[in-house]
């Protein structure tokens, strides 16, 4: 096998991948193993090392043969650091030394990312973004999370801490978020606030309810697939949904004009007729007629095969700086 491989660690509450790929980012092969985290980090890591060095000797690859290893993690972190700060998903994980970790025990140079901005590069190199020089990438799962690629390149601001899409105000003194923040983008149409709310607000005689079996079991999801089967009250939510959407859209055009805008997660599940065509709509109707002439706003493409592409992005972006 050749010298210059790359591997990407995706690390999840849940799952961690590991996979690797030649040096344009091409995957070779992966492996998907639960995290399945234990009462102590070191412990923890330890599995880590055990299950990349077992999955690299599957593979009958030596570290030498590695060019750079990129892990996308759910963040606060620091990527100059590489410290993972905590994670909501990895409970007793504070100030962890990733990239440290990685550079002792295997000798390979390490980047440590956040996993939306992994996956902003990854969809950027494979996915929706292809070909653009600068895209905004915005996924709605259990929070809200942004990437800004401007001029070729993953933007990071000052302290890392561009593309915190999810905490742009959409109300003044709105909804308190998570982040202590009100107003946020992610306290009206993240995934929890939004599962939260309909769980709150949703009729008994909906058919998001009956979907869903009871009140306490609707996820948004329940509510995507009512609107698809053209439930007044799901409807109205979706429309909900669109508009906060569009007005944090409406602010990213103005500040950054950028070619495309993907969406994930809960935008994909929606589709196009329930979200893609009205949040159009509302920005057109927002914005100026000549920015509106250069903007896309489409879906985003990785769907499962983002895990296997964002820490390999990770890693070429890193190699990307380093040439
Ligand atoms: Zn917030």
Same mark, same amino acid.
Request: negative net charge; hydrophobic residues 30%; proline residues 12%.
């Given at each position: 096998m050749s010298s210059n491989l790359l591997l990407g660690i995706d690390l999840g509450g849940t799952k961690t991948l590991l996979a690797l790929a030649d040096e344009q980012g091409t995957p070779i092969a992966s492996k998907r193993f639960p995290t399945t985290l234990s009462d102590s980090v070191t412990k923890d890591l330890a599995k880590l090392k055990t299950e990349t060095a077992g999955f690299l000797s599957e593979q009958a690859v030596e570290t030498s043969q590695l060019l750079q290893i990129g892990i996308s993690a759910p963040? $606060?972190?620091d990527p100059d650091t590489g410290v993972l700060f905590s994670a909501p998903n990895l409970p007793g994980w504070r100030d962890v030394p990733l990239q440290s970790f990685f550079e002792e025990n295997f000798s390979v140079a390490t980047r440590l990312e956040n996993d939306a901005n992994a996956a902003a590069l990854a969809e950027w190199q494979f996915g929706a973004g292809r070909g653009t020089r600068s895209m905004v990438y915005l996924t709605m799962s259990t929070g809200i999370g942004g990437g800004l690629i401007l001029n070729g390149k993953l933007f990071r601001g000052e302290a890392c801490s561009?593309?915190?899409?999810?905490?742009?105000?959409?109300?003044?003194?709105?909804e308190a978020c998570n982040c202590g923040?009100?107003?946020?983008l992610e306290a009206y149409i993240g995934g929890a606030a939004w599962q939260k709310r309909l769980r709150r607000?949703? $009729?008994?005689?909906s058919q998001v309810t009956r979907l869903a079996g009871s009140s306490d079991r609707i996820q948004p999801e329940h509510a995507v697939q009512a609107a698809r089967e053209g439930d007044v009250f799901a409807l109205a939510e979706m429309d909900r949904f669109n508009r906060y959407l569009s007005r944090a859209i409406v602010g990213l055009v103005f500040s950054l004009a950028p070619e495309r805008i993907v969406l994930g997660t809960i935008a994909v599940a929606a589709g196009e007729a329930l979200c893609f065509e009205p949040v159009r709509k509302l920005v057109a109707e927002r914005i100026w007629p000549s920015t509106q002439e250069h903007l896309q706003i489409i879906p985003a493409a990785l769907g499962q095969e983002l895990a296997q592409r964002a820490g390999v992005c990770v890693a070429l972006d890193a190699l990307q700086d380093r040439l």
């Open positions: 963040g $606060p972190l561009a593309g915190e899409l999810g905490h742009v105000p959409v109300e003044w003194d709105g923040q009100r107003g946020c607000v949703t $009729p008994s005689d």
